[in-house]
Structure formats: structure tokens, C-alpha cells
């Protein structure tokens, strides 16, 4: 691959990463106080869920910048 082609990738990557993981730790903020506000009601848990799931996204989107980084350098 050429190296700014790797270069692009890992900056898209790690930087969509690192915002969409911010993102999802918000989203998680936001449930934990749905749930202190009314915890009877079952919105905070489809809240947590959304959140976990762009918490790991965000992890996969930045490891695999890490992996481009690597790359980048083994070039």
C-alpha cells in the first residue's frame, strides 16, 4: 500500500474512533441518568445498550487505525 494511502487511513480511523468512543461514553452518561431520574422506566436500558454498542465501535474504529499505524511504520 502506498504510504499516504496508509497515512489517510489512519488518520480517518483513529479520529473516527477516538470522537464515536467520546460519543459513546456521552451516550453512557446520559443512561446512568435516565436510570438515577426514573428508574422504573425501561428507556435507560435500549440508552445503555446504544451506548455500548458505540462505545465498541469507537474501540474498533481506533484499533484499526492502530493496525494502519503499524503498517505505516513497517513500511
Same mark, same amino acid.
Request: charge should be positive.
Given at each position: 500500500?502506498?504510504?499516504?494511502?496508509?497515512?489517510?487511513? /489512519?488518520?480517518? %480511523?483513529?479520529?473516527?474512533? =477516538?470522537? +464515536?468512543?467520546?460519543? #459513546?461514553?456521552? @451516550?453512557? &452518561?446520559?443512561?446512568? *441518568?435516565?436510570?438515577?431520574?426514573?428508574?422504573?422506566?425501561?428507556? /435507560?436500558?435500549? %440508552?445503555?445498550?446504544?451506548? =455500548?454498542? +458505540?462505545?465498541?465501535? #469507537?474501540?474498533? @474504529?481506533? &484499533?484499526?487505525?492502530? *493496525?494502519?499505524?503499524?503498517?505505516?511504520?513497517?513500511?
Amino acid at each position: 500500500m502506498h504510504m499516504s494511502n496508509l497515512r489517510n487511513k /489512519w488518520l480517518i %480511523y483513529a479520529i473516527t474512533g =477516538l470522537v +464515536v468512543f467520546g460519543f #459513546g461514553i456521552s @451516550l453512557t &452518561g446520559e443512561a446512568i *441518568i435516565m436510570k438515577m431520574l426514573q428508574p422504573e422506566s425501561l428507556g /435507560w436500558v435500549a %440508552y445503555g445498550t446504544l451506548a =455500548l454498542i +458505540v462505545v465498541n465501535s #469507537g474501540l474498533c @474504529l481506533f &484499533g484499526q487505525g492502530v *493496525i494502519y499505524r503499524v503498517k505505516m511504520e513497517m513500511n
